[in-house]
T-cell receptor, first 111, second 112 residues
Framework: SQQGEEDPQALSIQEGENATMNCSYK?????LQWYRQNSGRGLVHLIL?????REKHSGRLRVTLDTSKKSSSLLITASRAADTASYFC???????????FGSGTRLQVQP | SQTIHQWPATLVQPVGSPLSLECTVE??????LYWYRQAAGRGLQLLFY??????ISSEVPQNLSASRPQDRQFILSSKKLLLSDSGFYLC???????????FGSGTRLTVV
């Protein structure tokens, strides 16, 4: 089955810098979503980008989707210590009834 | 407003004991419901999903089962836990036709 894979697995940056995380997948999708998880907590939905969209913004978040390369990126601008968390991409695959999640990127923002 | 409740938050159970984790949703009708498991530092593995009362689809053959006795109630069970059942269990719901999932706060299960 298809599996989203995030890159890098871990990222450490200073407050104020931008953080970029990438996700690759293998099959056809209806949409791709990004989630955030604080340590030991449930996941929180951040943003959804549909397969016919190329870029989407939400506050300090920018998501791109390249369906020809089967990849997506999540950019967090002007990062804050509170952005420290794990970030997961998830794909809504055509013909499947539930999201497939990647293994996540652990982001550490140093104050 | 729509909320999801999942309990207990943590659970330590001996090998061979039964398991029952419950998840309830408020503020929406006829949601899709999901159980995922997350190993330490890893992504989420789909265990079960349900599109209606009594309708359960299993993704992975395992020692677990799920039931949906009411529209907004989803239960994860096991008759005899294995050490490999340890993990972080997450319940989630979504509205058909809309993309995002809302997750519960999770149950940390340790089988000893």
């Amino acid at each position: 089955s298809q599996q989203g894979e995030e890159d890098p697995q871990a990222l450490s940056i200073q407050e104020g810098e931008n953080a970029t995380m990438n996700c690759s997948y293998k099959t056809s999708i209806n949409n791709l979503q990004w989630y955030r998880q604080n340590s030991g907590r449930g996941l929180v939905h951040l943003i959804l980008i549909r397969s016919n969209e190329r870029e989407k913004h939400s506050g300090r978040l920018r998501v791109t989707l390249d369906t020809s390369k089967k990849s997506s990126s999540l950019l967090i601008t002007a990062s804050r210590a509170a952005d420290t968390a794990s970030y997961f991409c998830a794909t809504d695959d055509t013909g499947r009834r539930a999201l497939t999640f990647g293994s996540g990127t652990r982001l550490q923002v140093q104050p | 407003s729509q909320t999801i409740h999942q309990w207990p938050a943590t659970l330590v159970q001996p090998v061979g004991s039964p398991l029952s984790l419950e998840c309830t949703v408020e503020g929406t009708s006829n949601p899709n419901l999901y159980w995922y498991r997350q190993a330490a530092g890893r992504g989420l593995q789909l265990l079960f999903y349900s599109v209606g009362i009594g309708q359960i689809s299993s993704e992975v053959p395992q020692n677990l089962s799920a039931s949906r006795p009411q529209d907004r109630q989803f239960i994860l069970s096991s008759k005899k836990l294995l050490l490999s059942d340890s993990g972080f269990y997450l319940c989630a719901w979504s509205v058909r036709g809309l993309g995002g999932y809302t997750f519960g706060s999770g149950t940390r299960l340790t089988v000893v």
